[in-house]
């Protein structure tokens, strides 16, 4: 069983590593974005990293953008989607187990019910069946209801459906989206772009 992170939500400056990427269907790398913010809506640090367009590296990128950090300082992560850059599958247990840190993968949709038919039409049967098994372990998706009354899904580790929804609220200002993901989102495509250069 994964174990549960304490979370201190009522301490006025937690941080947390809000994830997101920007990348075209035409690109072989997408650009991955980081961004500390602390509950009190202050930004406190960037990380750029990069992983494959419907590869494999998803989990293991994630990982080494949370460590060029070389922050001890972080209370969670939240991440745009468990799904990245055109089926690039996310193990959010292994994640929240090596940092030892809740971890929440956000989305703001049902996840398309013929994923699973879309890998096996996209991928050889092996990369197929891995990322498959990656998908059954990430299970269904909760929709949870934010303070500002918008509804988000959400798949979560090492921290409780509750807990998630409580440490959410604490980072939306406004609309569905946490202020750690909206700005790691503007940070990778303002980054993408350059890097093409």
Known sequence: MLLLHSLHLEKKA??????AESFRKDQEISTL??????SD???DGFAI?????????ATKSVLKLYKDLERNDVNAIIISGSVLSLYNVLDIDVISEQLELPVIALSFSKAASDLVANVRGRFSNKVASDKIALLEKLGKAEKIRLKTGYDVFVRVAGITQNVST???????LQGAIPEPIRVARLLAKTIAPLREK
């Open 14 to 19: 937690i941080r947390s590593l809000g994830v």
């Open 166 to 172: 409580r440490l959410l609220d604490k980072f939306t």
């Open 33 to 38: 974005a980081g961004v500390v913010i602390r």
């Open 49 to 57: 990293g990069r992983l494959k367009v419907s590869g494999s590296d």
């Open 41 to 43: 809506l202050v930004i």
